[in-house]
């Protein structure tokens, strides 16, 4: 196969083919107008009329003093925040920017949806190009490192020996707000601290970001401009980039001003038309096409867009003695079919099935389908004008010829290559995970997508694997992978007229195998609104609770409906739903089934039953499922302090240690630092000081408010019994911060329970006695500790107060509660404790 050196040549006059003076000189003149404000330069013209290729040589021709970088929308790892983000982090950082800010809050971002994983070189976006996260990984010593602002800003003080740059990164005010804010609003500000060191990096040097095929991220906007919210992100992005310039290239122009008004004075549109005609015979006769009539007829098929002229010039290039004449754009295409050898032809229309492809693509096609692919082949392959490169090897082709070749591939031959391609992606994936160290760069191919796309395309994969493969991938390439899959699956139910709900085809089988895709995508997006904290989106998504859920992802989608409708406060519908997927489901979510319906029984009061319960799930947990066991054994802990057993809390907390030690849960051996604390403040209130104290370090490192609560809480429990009346209360307040910050309303409740008993000691009963009322009302409203409720009612008549409305709760309780024991015990060990608060009180 011949390579085509000439053609080389005549892209590297693409500027002079253009012949778009106007253009470029808009281009410079937005160049010169670098300001304060957000700019965008939108390129505007059809599919194939060279928006790629002008976006190219603009970034060619711009001056050397400005700094460049690129994100080609076309592929899909592209069109998520966090990936766009790295890839312009990645090409602005090697041009010299310091992204300082950014890199602490990428970490937190990366940390949060990635919670079971520490911070080190290994697996730490940027670990190396940082010189921030470098020499705090350095400075920890193979420590653990958890990745919260205020755990990284701490060692950032350590690390760093530049006074202003220290103080710079201690006194950021968005820095200093990470930890408190849901994941949803940490994505907001680490895109907000991006523009900010691109501001700062611009006094310095200006820049340009040039965003190719917007298309592909809105590819139908709604009637007024809308577009689904999908380009929310990059709206919002660029919004904020002043100091710099963005170029966008769309085949329609943006529209954001249905959003705000204020883009119509940042927004300039340029209009990409077709060549004019003495701009295409020039580029014919540059390209060795001198015949007068020849170049006319491919000058008129054309209609000047670029991708047809470049096309007829590979056609050329295979063979220059050829005659005749194309009438058409169409029919360029099938000349340069025709003209070009039939093996390359076939290895190009099973290659269009790919999403992106790189040598490898190239090979196992080649191997399946009994094709050369050599080195030689590859290179002819890749010189072609419509194979477009991308970094580190990989290539696209663009979207004309895409269509074009797929008209030509049978549905079942396209099925076959899709057949061929998941097992290779899934491969790559199990590489890259095995591999020392993580590299960003290649993170962005996001491979487990790509296997669930063309899993979907082959219709070879089952709902179950689309899960299996969606939990590996949010450990390899982060939540925004699993957001990618849910749009693919999405797509794909769309295009086959599954998405909006069952119809009347559903009692075939392909209506069933729609049904079990449309669960998948439910399931991967539910969850996905779990870690965001968005319990309402979770439940609009799991609309229908009484499905059967023995299948796996019928089993987790409805945990993750239980779970949502827990946390809105409806504890008795998600205890049913909990209850029936452990009856029902026999399948790898039973585990996680037991484990919440014996949570949920004994915070409800039912002890024997949870604690019998929590047994026959740690006996029936695999050997992987350590973090498992480590919560049930943690769970009767809980359940043992709670009833003030507190020597057999000790026992059973040793033993979750111990499991958490084993699976290597860096977040349940953090819970269990603050249940230390917890226990101590009963067991030894001195001691109890130093623990909790230890306990918020490690938490504040997690960013796990409720436990930074509840560590305050056992501090300030420890100090009222030591007298320290005025480091309590402001324990106590600190407690609340945290509690409130959580949400976690009966955490709250529980901690003004205790906070009476200092109101009390400190002589202001009437506030004592509100208080106390107050958190029995809040265990009653969330549905849980009756036990509690019976010892704020039992610290009420010790203390003579009348309270009929807590007498009616309390008769109201007692009949949930089935301590482990007699009833008697558990009073008696009630009355013990209830003494360490009120005695001096009394």
Known sequence: MPIRPQYRRVSALQRQFFNREGLL???????????????????????????????QELRNRTPHTCRTARLDLQLPAMRQQEDALAVLRMEFGAQGVRFDRFDIAYAVLWQRVHPQLQLDR?????????????????????????????????????????????????????????????????????????????????????YVVYVDAYEALVPTPLPGGR???????????????????TVLASREPLRWTAYDSDWAQAIRRADLNGLPMPARLDLLTQAGITEIPRQRSIAEASAGVPFYLHLAVDTHLQNPARTGHAGTAEEIVQ??????????????????????????????????????????????????????????????????????????LAPAVQQEVHAVLRPYWEGLAERMESRSRRDPGHARLSPLREAVFHGLHAGDITPEEIGRLADRAVVMSGRQAVDG????????????????????????SQGAVLAGIRDAADLLEAESKLELGDAAAAIVLTPVLERPVRGLVAARLALAGANARRIAGESALAATIFERVWREHEGAARPSAGFCVADIRMWQGDFAGAFALAEEVHGICGPGEGVIRGDLKRLMHLGHRFLMDFDGAARLMAEAEAEYRAAE????????????????????????????????????????????????TAMAMAQTRLGQYDRAMSSYENAHTALDRAGYRSGRARAD?????????????????????????????????????????RAAERLGWHEPELAAAAGRARPTVRPLGAPTDLARRTEFVLSMFLEVAA
């Open 335 to 408: 000349r340069f079919l025709q003209h070009v050898a039939p093996d390359e032809v076939r290895i190009l229309e099973l290659l269009s099935v790919a999403r992106t492809f790189d040598l490898g693509v190239f090979r196992e096609i080649g191997r399946a389908f009994d094709l050369p692919a050599n080195l030689l082949a590859w290179e002819s392959l890749t010189a072609y004008s419509f194979a477009y490169p991308l970094p580190d090897g990989w290539y696209r082709l663009h979207q004309l010829m895409i269509g074009a070749l797929q008209r030509h």
């Open 485 to 508: 899959m849910v749009r693919d699956l999405r797509d794909h139910l769309a295009e086959a007229g599954g998405a909006d709900g069952a119809g009347a085809d559903d009692a075939g």
């Open 25 to 55: 000189a808009a281009y410079d003149e937005e160049l010169r107008g670098i300001g304060e404000g957000p700019r965008v330069l939108n390129l505007v013209g059809v599919g194939g009329i060279g928006k790629s290729r002008l976006l």
């Open 122 to 206: 290994r697996n730490t976006p940027f670990a190396e190009e940082s010189d921030i996260l470098s020499k705090i990984l350095d400075d920890a010593m193979g420590l653990p490192v958890f990745g919260t602002a205020a755990g990284l800003v701490r060692l950032t003080g350590k690390a760093i020996k530049n006074r202003q740059r220290r103080q710079r990164i201690e006194a950021d005010a968005t820095l200093q707000e990470l930890d408190s804010l849901s994941n949803a609003e940490l994505g907001h500000a680490v895109a907000y601290l991006f523009a900010q060191e691109m501001r700062a990096s611009a006094e310095e040097r200006p």
């Open 665 to 712: 849960s860096l977040v349940g051996l953090a819970n269990i630092r603050t249940n230390q604390a917890e226990l101590l403040a009963f067991t030894d209130p001195a001691a109890a000081v130093g623990a909790a104290s230890a306990a918020v370090e490690v938490q504040r490192d997690l960013g796990a408010q409720h436990e930074i609560g509840k560590a305050y």
């Open 227 to 245: 577009s689904f919210g999908s380009d929310a992100w990059l709206r919002d992005l660029l919004g904020q980039l002043t100091g710099g310039l």
């Open 753 to 793: 329970m205790f906070r009476s008993f200092l109101l009390l000691r400190r002589g202001d009963p009437a506030a004592a006695r509100a208080l106390l009322l107050h958190a029995a009302q809040e265990f009653e409203l969330c549905e849980v500790y009756p036990s509690l409720i019976l010892a704020i009612h």
